[in-house]
């Protein structure tokens, strides 16, 4: 069984950075490829990156436009997403997911709770 808990301050303004993480459980973890998802209020949730076990990368080409970097500390079973220049719009509850490796939720399958991210303006 693999538990994931994703954490980050929940508040920042407009141009402000955020780091999320994502502490993960069990050997799957480590072994597999780990995404991050976002829910907007009223909206499907969605793709925002994710990372491979061995490092490889993938975004989101709707919205990240470069501000948003994906990592893993496989010592502390942990991925990270750094949002810089945060956007009102990016506003949602983000969410982070493992077991698999690709852009959809079907390819994954542990989800965290989520945690919500605001952006004010």
């Known amino acids: 069984q693999v538990q994931l808990v994703e954490s980050g301050v929940g508040l920042v303004q407009a141009g402000g950075s955020l780091r999320l993480s994502c502490a993960g459980s069990g050997r799957t973890f480590s072994m597999s490829g780990v995404g991050w998802f976002r829910q907007a209020p009223g909206k499907e949730r969605g793709f925002v990156a994710a990372i491979s076990r061995s490092d490889v990368t993938i975004y989101s080409a709707d919205f990240v436009e470069g501000r948003f970097t994906i990592s893993r500390d496989n010592a502390k079973n942990t991925v990270y997403l750094q949002m810089n220049n945060l956007k009102p719009e990016d506003t949602a509850v983000y969410y982070c997911?493992?077991?698999?490796?690709?852009?959809?939720?079907?390819?994954?399958?542990?989800w965290g709770q989520g945690t919500q991210v605001t952006v004010s303006s």
């Open positions: 997911a493992t077991g698999g490796w690709g852009t959809t939720e079907s390819q994954y399958d542990y």
